[in-house]
């Protein structure tokens, strides 16, 4: 049994404001567990005993505590809670890397699922560094770590004021996506660079795009107005990686 | 006020039963009501006054009914309702046509919002037929309507026994998306063709992958352990299309 102040604590990492007063976070279900786990990026853990049992290796060293169904239940921000949450500490904040680089910067991606998997296709094509607007959505909010399923251990991300940032880059090539620019299949691999990625119903600010000196756009064929930012950040890095 | 009869219907077409039952679906909000309205294929809009005053044009000869926001509340299926709610007839069934074109096929897409997802995809790249296996989720679905954002209205969507489906096909090139294939890069963009997409956790069953003819991978570089099945097929088609 877990005692009240302990779930009271857990249930309070839902919210932004709490993660920021302790520095933690949480992820949950056994996959993204294992794999930060793995990754030496756990504080505590909170199983069934079942899950705790088949994990004992892998737990070695870590503060782990066996709950109840009804306990996780209530520490769970999934809609079924699935047997394991654990607590870590926020990553150190660090600054991006530029040279020799590919990054991208995300500009307003609000919607938490779509930052997660922005994230995730990040890891998928190897690029570890992504820098957020500040009013990108929270990394640690529970549904874009669940969203990266694990990519969250590999990728490392920023949150920048995107005009201070790039604007002071140098020797460093900037791509926007827009709506009129160059065929994403005509364009050159780079080494490096930043690729800015718009949200989807405001795409990239004027004074974002003026920071580019490349213009890309995934040609369209059909009736559809946009793509998913998702979609499109999948689609850009697969043509220039 | 719209009479609890008329509300108790609108409300049971959130369920494939009842949508069965009567051939009807919904679909909300401006954007989406105002393509399908375009399209010619809407039954009757409820909106609120304001919405009705300002499409007054578009609604001529569809039958329209003014509900108030709390009636507006009660027919929505989305979190906040916003200002009108279209029901549709179902699209006649047809087969698919496979001569000259490229089709989609899916495996399994059980996420609502994936399989919408994947529609506005395929009608981003031309991709006008897509054929389910049974299993995938209703197209009808409220949920699947939504995060098609309008494509419903051009794609055309099939579901049919894809092991019987494809057994029949003669002279068309399968394609199947899996973990060790051909670069996608390195593929000649097809004339023709069908592309299998595997659902998230399963890929393409066995049997399904023994129809085709090229195996095709999006090469990764970094640690993700997949892509997300929306994401996949956007890059597939950027390459293939």
Redesign the interface.
Known sequence: MLVKSRIKYIQSLGQKKFRDETGCFIAEGPKIVQELLEAGLVKEVYALNEWITENNQLLAGTDTFEVTEADLEKISQLKTANKVLAVLNQFEVTQPVVEKRLLLALCGIQDPGNLG?II?????????QVVCSEDTADVYNPKVVQAT???I??VKVFYKNLEDWLGQLQATTIYATVLEGAD??TIEKPASGVILVGNESQGISPSLQAFAQVRIT?P?????????A???T??IL??L?
């Open positions: 998997t995730r296709i990040a890891d998928w094509f190897g690029v570890d399923m694990g990519s251990a590999r994403i299949r995934i369209r064929k059909g009736g559809a107005e946009s793509l998913n998702g979609v499109a999948g689609i697969s043509h990686t």
